[in-house]
């Protein structure tokens, strides 16, 4: 099992739509999770954290479920800037000063007039 | 605040050649990285750098070699250049006290030929 799955899309959906993205993490010790947005050609940007409680970000809904390695993001009413790929990102600290950040190969999200 | 800055922003190598990327933050973060990206592999952690004076093997390290400056530096050097690393290179720095969130360079688009 890869160290961090997600489905690679692409999702194509009309403006205004509701899309949900996934993503499965193999390590439980992992201690932190992330949602990254990525641009054709540009960096990759913090867009949330993931909390197991959920945190919600004006039109964005982060989710993760400790229990089955499970992380969701929830895009709402969305909009064609939202166009991108997201990446899910997993911090996972192995002790003596030894941590990595994970990412997953990405999502990418086609939002369409 | 510059952030993470990268240089160069692009480079044509032939095989063979040897070159180093620059990379400097300056956020105070004791972590960073330097990752590859090709279409369809997502993020591919090279090396990385948990702190100053320490330095570790990521995912394909094959052909590179990498040194922590000091806190804010991190240079990743191909010895022997090959196509095969014609990418787009990006590094990374995280975690300070209270926080762990990655901040991304620009990028690095190497095409070796």
């Known amino acids: 099992r890869k160290e961090v799955e997600q489905d690679p899309g692409p999702f194509n959906v009309p403006e205004g739509a509701t899309v949900a993205f996934n993503c499965t993490y193999s390590n439980s010790a992992s201690q932190s999770f992330f949602w990254y947005r990525q641009d054709c050609r540009k960096e990759p940007k913090l867009l949330m954290s993931?909390?197991?409680s959920g945190n919600e970000d004006g039109r964005f809904t982060a989710q993760l479920n400790r229990a089955s390695q499970y992380i969701s993001l929830l895009i709402r009413d969305s909009k064609l800037s939202d166009s991108a790929t997201y990446l899910c990102v997993v911090f996972t600290y192995s002790g003596a000063g030894s941590y990595q950040l994970t990412f997953g190969k990405g999502t990418k999200l086609s939002v369409i007039p | 605040n510059a952030g993470v800055t990268q240089t160069p922003k692009f480079q044509v190598l032939k095989t063979g050649q040897s070159m180093t990327l620059q990379c400097a933050q300056d956020?105070?973060?004791?972590?960073m990285y330097w990752y590859r990206q090709d279409p369809g592999m997502g993020l591919r952690l090279i090396y990385y750098?948990?702190?100053?004076?320490?330095?570790d093997k990521g995912e394909v390290p094959n052909g590179y070699n990498v040194s922590r400056l000091n806190k804010r530096e991190f240079s990743l050097r191909l010895e022997s250049a090959a196509p095969s690393q014609t990418s787009v290179y990006f590094c990374?720095?995280?975690?300070?006290?209270?926080?762990?969130?990655?901040?991304f360079g620009q990028g690095t688009r190497l095409t070796v030929v």
């Open positions: 750098s948990a702190s100053e004076g320490t330095t």
């Open positions: 956020m105070n973060h004791n972590s």
């Open positions: 990374a720095s995280s975690e300070r006290q209270g926080s762990i969130e990655a901040f």
């Open positions: 993931v909390y197991s």
